[in-house]
């Protein structure tokens, strides 16, 4: 049986944030946290709209999903993210206690992987690249055409 | 002359937003931010309150301090907080461009120094150990209280 939820499917829902965040001139980074199979929240990059630097897709998809589970941690869940985390999503990764981290493309100048590598839960699983061409796509087109 | 806005004088600020956090059953950390010898923002941990791992008084008090400001970044901003930031706050220092970073006692489990020290804009200054007793205090009393 082919199961339609694997993680395709979930960065799929990802870079339709992202590309909404694109839309509204933000940072085109989206984000989706999943649970048991369900997407309990998701986010873009708000950073312009909300005035706010920490206003990063991953924060706004976790503060969310607490509180749709109204628990203080995200054990077992999944955060897709289009873009490799930063240091402080990373941070926030870490004290959420997500299981598992999928993101699209890397981040050589600002991701957590060489700036934080120890942020997460250390029993959190990462796996990178999916669907790593779009997600890096979405970010080029974003920064040529504000030059 | 007597200049009474010199860091003692932040920090003290600072430590009674951390023990306004330890009467609400919060984690005992608390945070100012100062423009012009003024605060503008002034935090203590929520995560409690809000069900929210990201909700400490660093992140808190940056959301704060750039709606006071209307500005998108805290250069000539100085941050006083009572114990050393943790990796997710650091990255959020970083992006808010805070220039001077003052904290009381160092946290060698979570701290940024050790688990992300670049994660600071590169040219903004670090102070420690202002009132470190007093904050490091209010920490152990805390976890002491709640054992």
């Known amino acids: 049986m082919i199961d339609p ?3 395709e499917y979930f960065m799929k829902q990802a870079l339709i944030e992202a590309r909404a965040a694109a839309d509204e001139g ?8 999943v649970c048991n199979n369900r ?20 924060m ?4 969310a999903a607490v509180g749709v589970l109204g628990a203080k941690y995200l054990t077992g869940c999944s955060l897709y993210v289009t873009v ?9 990764i870490g004290w959420s206690q997500l299981s598992k981290i999928v993101y699209g ?11 934080a590598p120890k942020a997460l839960h250390p029993k959190a ?8 061409n779009e997600c890096a796509e979405e970010m080029r087109n974003f920064f040529q055409r504000k030059r």
Request: charged content about 25%.
């Open 125 to 132: 699983t990462v796996k990178k690249g999916i669907l790593e």
């Open 5 to 7: 939820f694997n993680d």
């Open 60 to 63: 706004l998809a976790i503060t």
């Open 26 to 33: 933000e940072v085109p980074v989206g984000a989706v946290i």
């Open 39 to 58: 997407i309990i929240a998701r986010a873009h990059n708000q950073t312009e709209r909300l005035n706010d630097p920490t206003a990063h897709a991953e």
């Open 105 to 115: 493309a890397s981040d050589e100048k600002r991701g957590f992987q060489q700036y």
């Open 84 to 92: 490799e985390p930063c240091v402080m999503c990373a941070g926030a």
